[in-house]
C-alpha cells in the first residue's frame, strides 16, 4: 500500500476511544518476593473447601454451555433475599450487571450521576453506554453529598448509583438518607444502590436495600459474590428489583456469561453462608482493629463500613505508595492519584505489617 492513499480502518465510537483505563489493583513483580497484597478489597481467607469441591465437580461439564438462566442459582439467591426469582439477574460479576443496567436505561444524549469518588467502574460504564457521567463531590467526610445530587438532577438523568459502603472511601448511606434521596428524585430516574460491601457493614443505621424495593418501583440493588462471599475470581454478582424493571436488563445479559463452576461455587456460596459471614466478621474486627490503631497513631480516616480504609493523604498519595512498596515484601494498596490510598483490610498479620510500615511515613496523615 502506499502512503498517498492510506487505508481506512475501523473506528471506534468516539465515547470508547476516549475511555479511562480500568486501573486493577496492583498484582507485584514475578521475580519480588510475595507482596502483602491490599489492593483489590479481596477476601484474606482462601476458598472454603466446600466450595472447591463444588468447582471441581462443576469442571467436569465446561464442555457444555452453562444454564443460560442460572436458574438454581437465581431461585436460591431470590430466597435468600426473600423475592421472587423474576426480580433477580446474574451475571458475570456485578460490574457486568452494572453494564447490562447503563446498557438497557440509557445511551447518548442521557446522563448517569454519581457521588465522586466512588467505584472507579461507574465513569467507563456509563461512556460505554454511550451517556454522560454526571459526578457529584463526596463532602468533607468522604460521604455522598446527596443533597448536591439531588441539585445535579436534570431532565436528562436516567440513572443514579450510589454506593453503600462507599468505594473507596467506606462511608454507608443511611435509610433516612435513602429515603429523603428517593422521595426528592423523579420516579422515572432508576436508582441503583450498590450494596457490594454489604456483609461487612455494622452500622445499624444503614438503608436495608431489600425494605426499600417495598417503598420504591424505581430502586434496584446491586450485590456481588466477589468480596465477603470469596469469589472474585469466578465472577458472579447480581441486581435485585421490580421484575418489570429488571426484564430489560436480563435481556442484555451476554448469554452463557456465567459459567458453570461460577454458578455452582456461587450455590455453595450461599450453602456456606455461615461460614463467610463468620469470616466477614474477622475482617470487621481487624477493620476496627485497623482504625483504632491507625487513629491514635495521628491519621485521620473516614468511618468504614467495607472491608477497606481511605486515607487521603492528597498530593502525598505517590509518595505513600513509594513508602508502602519498600522495604520488600511491598505492601500493595491502591492508590487515586492526588486523592489518596485505598487499603483493603488482611488478614492480621498483614495488617500489622501495614500498620508498622504506615507508622514510619513522615508525610501528611
Ligand atoms: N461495586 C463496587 C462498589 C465495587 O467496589 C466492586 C468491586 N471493586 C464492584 C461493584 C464489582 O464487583 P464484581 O464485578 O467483582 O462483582
Not at 11 to 37: F, I, T
Not at 212 to 229: E, G, I
Amino acid at each position: 500500500m502506499s502512503d498517498a492513499h492510506p487505508l481506512a480502518l475501523p473506528a471506534p465510537r468516539p465515547a470508547v476511544a476516549a475511555l479511562p483505563a480500568y486501573v486493577p489493583g496492583a498484582r507485584g513483580a514475578a521475580d519480588a518476593p510475595p507482596p502483602v497484597k491490599l489492593s483489590s478489597n479481596e477476601t484474606p481467607h482462601g476458598p472454603l473447601p466446600s466450595v472447591v469441591a463444588a468447582v471441581e465437580a462443576a469442571a467436569a461439564g465446561v464442555t457444555r454451555y452453562p444454564d443460560m438462566a442460572a436458574t438454581e442459582l437465581t431461585a436460591r439467591i431470590a430466597d435468600a433475599v426473600g423475592r421472587d426469582a423474576s426480580e433477580v439477574v446474574v451475571g458475570a460479576g456485578s460490574v457486568a450487571v452494572l453494564a447490562h443496567i447503563l446498557q438497557a436505561y440509557t445511551g447518548p444524549g442521557d446522563e448517569v450521576l454519581f457521588a465522586w469518588r466512588s467505584f472507579e467502574a461507574y465513569p467507563i460504564l456509563a461512556r460505554i453506554a454511550g451517556a454522560e457521567p454526571v459526578m457529584v463531590p463526596l463532602t468533607a467526610e468522604a460521604r455522598h453529598d446527596l443533597p448536591a445530587m439531588i441539585a445535579a438532577v436534570t431532565e436528562r438523568t436516567r440513572v443514579v448509583m450510589l454506593c453503600s459502603p462507599n468505594n473507596p472511601t467506606g462511608p454507608i448511606l443511611t435509610h433516612e438518607e435513602l429515603d429523603a434521596f428517593m422521595a426528592a428524585v423523579r420516579s422515572d430516574v432508576l436508582v441503583v444502590l450498590d450494596e457490594a460491601y454489604l456483609e461487612y457493614v455494622r452500622d445499624a443505621s444503614v438503608a436495608d436495600g431489600p425494605a426499600s424495593l417495598d417503598r420504591y418501583p424505581n430502586l434496584v440493588l446491586l450485590r456481588t459474590f466477589s468480596k465477603a462471599y470469596g469469589l472474585a475470581g469466578l465472577r458472579v454478582g447480581y441486581a435485585v428489583g421490580p421484575a418489570a424493571l429488571l426484564a430489560p436488563v436480563r435481556a442484555c445479559v451476554t448469554p452463557f456469561s456465567v459459567s458453570g463452576p461460577a454458578q455452582a461455587a456461587a450455590i455453595a456460596s450461599l450453602d456456606a453462608r455461615d461460614e463467610l459471614l463468620e469470616r466477614a466478621a474477622l475482617v470487621v474486627a481487624e477493620r476496627g482493629r485497623v482504625l483504632d490503631a491507625l487513629r491514635a497513631d495521628g491519621w485521620s480516616v473516614p468511618d468504614s463500613q467495607g472491608n477497606f480504609v481511605w486515607l487521603g493523604v492528597g498530593d502525598a498519595t505517590a509518595a505513600l505508595v513509594a513508602h508502602l512498596a519498600e522495604p520488600q515484601p511491598a505492601i500493595l494498596v491502591r492508590p487515586f492519584a492526588g486523592e489518596g490510598v485505598r487499603v483493603t483490610i488482611g488478614a492480621p498479620e498483614e495488617n500489622d505489617a501495614l500498620l508498622a510500615r504506615l507508622a514510619t511515613w513522615d508525610g501528611p496523615r
